[in-house]
């Protein structure tokens, strides 16, 4: 439907019968109904069902486009809740392993010192810090300590893990390797602290180590 704005000589509505026809105002009002026809150009006569279609298409992407906005939002609420989720349990666990890993340290080095802090930061993206010093002095980087003092520092970080959530059997590949006689006395000892509870099989050619074993088990290979 178009709406038209007529001329004011020119009668909007069909001229009443009843009075006197006027000639010159009707053909006016032809011609100017003739240009307002040439003026809309060629008729489509599929438009409405070319409309219908399109109609069709656009209802359905508006469907869509809701569902993608309605998952999103499911999502972000989702991630939420996993990220307070992984913050809280974090939290906890990560306390626990610094208090193990504090008292571990200790008794591989009397009178030393560590500890566990996060770098500043998301706490589930932050860089995690590792301090010691063996002899109680300050706390220092890693990169200051010997290669024993380091072995024995990532093997208390290792109990101190193990320990939040211990298992009956622990599996050791020569993590021995580099300490020398008077710190594999305190591996050993540490060892069997931690072997009440758990039983411990530990691949070594120390014979330190295998010293201090309950139970030995031989390999060899061929030439």
């Given amino acids: 439907a178009y709406e038209v704005d007529l001329p004011q000589h020119v009668a909007a509505h069909p001229p009443d019968l009843a009075q006197e026809f006027d000639l010159a105002a009707t053909d006016e009002r032809v011609g100017w ?10 008729v489509n006569m599929l438009a409405l069902e070319e409309f219908q279609k399109e109609k069709e298409r656009l209802d ?18 989702t991630i ?8 809280e349990r974090f939290g906890k666990v990560f306390s626990l392993i610094r208090e193990n890993f504090i008292q571990v340290f200790k008794s ?9 802090r996060l770098d500043e930061g998301d706490p589930l993206e932050a860089d995690i810090i590792i301090e010691a010093n063996p002899k109680g002095r300050s706390l220092g980087s890693l990169a200051l300590l010997s290669g024993g003092e380091k072995t024995l520092t990532a093997i208390s970080l290792l109990f101190a893990i193990y320990l939040v959530k211990p298992s009956p059997f622990c599996i050791l ?27 411990f099989i530990c691949v070594t050619h120390n014979k330190g180590t295998m010293k ?4 030995l088990y031989g390999v060899t290979m061929e030439e």
Avoid: C, H
Avoid at 33 to 42: A, Q, T, W
Avoid at 80 to 87: E, H, L, M, S
């Fill in 173 to 199: 590949d020569e993590v021995d390797a580099p300490l020398d006689d008077n710190n594999i006395g305190r591996f050993t000892s540490a060892l069997r602290k931690f072997s009440e509870n758990t039983q």
């Fill in 108 to 116: 591989f080095f009397e009178g030393g010192l560590a500890d566990l």
């Fill in 60 to 77: 359905f992407l508006t469907a869509q486009k809701e569902d993608l906005l309605k998952a999103e939002e499911n999502l972000k609420e």
């Fill in 212 to 215: 201090a074993a309950d139970y």
């Fill in 33 to 42: 109904l003739r240009n307002r026809l040439k003026s809309m150009g060629p």
């Fill in 80 to 87: 939420k809740v996993i990220n307070d989720t992984a913050y």
